[in-house]
């Protein structure tokens, strides 16, 4: 499948090595053609990865991920261009964080909005779902390094067959089927973003990130 | 212990339960003295549970627990005077709901402030610890119902030998030393209330509020 991944961070560039990795055709989108880090992430990858602007990113892919930092996702997704993203599903993995007010982080967009919903709201006929947000990224594309893969991930949106692609994808990175909560229409990004003011001070006081949450009952 | 119990709701009712069957001399305080449900709860217990104002509980209680809708906690607390309260522990259990803007609720204190530090503040010589606010009271007082007790509760609060307390409290209600992850001082009750918005979905998800969170790593 052709995915178009936007962000050249550490979130980026990890989901963008695991689909690399599981075959799929990749293209890593950035405000300019000649980001140092997308280039270090095609050369690690040799042919088998493409960069470009976000624009040329949300062209190439069937599906887009959204990894750049969620302060700047909007502006991100404004320069590739709404006809670019209509269709699209985009998975949001960005949480709105604002380092402006000391740390840790609070939430620039947060309660009665979230940035998934800002999203959707500002490209209406892009399908996004939100996912993998709860989490650091190598456990997201790698749930197994802990517990045998036995915790958690949600998905928020508004579209069923856009959460069944996603799902699938899911699956792919070593999701089970019964550790992927569906919460609902897109609002419910406001559940998994208004987590991680606790995720951070969880992993502040264990000094570990490569943690997640299992639902027990 | 002496103990009084803010609240006349179900999670009054079941924390003032279990104190009682631990033991403890427990007084539920509320807005009236004549309040029906106090004296359905008094009446349950025998002679074993006394009611009272929210100044007679105050009076009353060693520790405090503050059962009421986070709605209305402050007000309760005022009502019950800043001298009854100095120098006391005050467990804050409840959460910030905001039923008005729909379901499910939002909260009305979030994201740069929290209700346990607008408590901590409003009455400085009160030691708040925040506990117990991320789950279905029946859990609170029973964590061995589900998984023999393997998941986790956090505390947060200012004053170290405070937490101890309620560390000890929490032991005696099933609670493992090692499920109890003490998140810092009071403002990471931002990061527990603000885990209700999650909780909340969860529950809509699974039609089952019987759940905790247990972290993995």
Chains 1, 2 share one sequence.
């Not at 690399?20 to 000649?34: A, I, K, N, P, Q």
């Not at 700047?72 to 007010?101: H, R, V, Y």
């Not at 800002?118 to 997201?140: R, S, Y």
């Not at 419910?188 to 003011?197: D, K, N, Y």
Request: hydrophobic share 40%; aromatic share 6%.
């Amino acid at each position: 499948m052709k995915i178009g991944v936007f962000g050249t961070g550490m979130v980026g560039d990890t989901i963008g090595s695991k689909l690399v990795e599981l075959g799929h055709e990749v293209m890593m989108g950035s405000r300019t053609r000649d980001n140092e880090k997308a280039k270090a992430f095609a050369d690690k990858h040799g042919g088998r990865a493409k960069i470009g602007t976000f624009a040329e990113a949300a062209e190439f892919g069937e599906i887009l991920f959204n990894c750049t930092a969620g302060g700047g996702s909007l502006d991100a997704l404004k320069s590739a261009g709404e006809s670019k993203l209509n269709g699209k599903i985009l998975i949001d993995i960005a949480n709105p964080l604002d380092f402006s007010k000391g740390m840790p982080p609070t939430l620039s967009i947060v309660n009665t909005n979230s940035l998934g919903e800002e999203i959707q709201k500002t490209f209406p006929l892009m399908k996004v779902v939100k996912a993998l947000n709860t989490m650091w990224c190598g456990l997201m594309v790698n749930p197994a390094m802990i517990r045998g893969g036995d915790h958690n991930t949600f998905i928020s949106g508004n579209d069923a067959a856009a959460k069944e692609s996603v799902k699938t994808l899911l699956r792919s990175f070593g999701w089970a089927d019964s550790n992927i909560l569906d919460l609902g229409d897109i609002s419910s990004a406001r559940g998994t973003e208004m987590f991680l003011p606790l995720w951070l001070r969880i992993w502040g006081a264990t000094q570990n990130g490569a943690f997640n949450i299992k639902i027990v009952s």
